[in-house]
């Protein structure tokens, strides 16, 4: 069964920059599409980044657009988001998940447990 464990969260400035780590085990995350979710504190769970199976599409959200960028290491099994220009409003836990279908959904079926990112002076 694939599993998927994200790293690289911590406090950061605003202004500031971090990447996560979404790495896989048990399958080649190529074989997949991956998205990029977080959830700030009493806030439902928002979309922000999909990386597309195979041909490696890549979607963000238009509040982050500009700012982050999602790669994929296929030798390393991980997929990264990269996060510049760190704001406040980007404080939240952040999630990865996989999913066969071309699209990044809520209801992928593969998470992480998530890493917590916290932007403050």
């Known amino acids: 069964q694939l599993q998927l464990v994200e790293s690289g969260g911590g406090l950061v400035q605003p202004g500031g920059s971090l990447r996560l780590s979404c790495a896989a085990s048990?399958?080649?995350?190529?074989?997949?599409?991956i998205g990029w979710f977080r959830q700030a504190p009493g806030k439902a769970r928002e979309g922000v980044s999909c990386i597309t199976k195979w041909n490696g599409n890549t979607n963000y959200a238009d509040s982050v657009k500009g700012r982050f960028t999602v790669s994929r290491d296929n030798a390393k099994n991980t997929v990264y988001l990269q996060m510049n220009s760190l704001e406040a409003e980007d404080t939240a836990v952040y999630y990865c998940?996989?999913?066969?279908?071309?699209?990044?959904?809520?209801?992928?079926?593969?998470w992480g447990k998530g890493t917590l990112v916290t932007v403050s002076p």
């Open positions: 998940a996989a999913g066969l279908s071309g699209q990044c959904v809520s209801t992928m079926p593969y």
């Open positions: 048990g399958s080649n995350l190529n074989y997949y599409t």
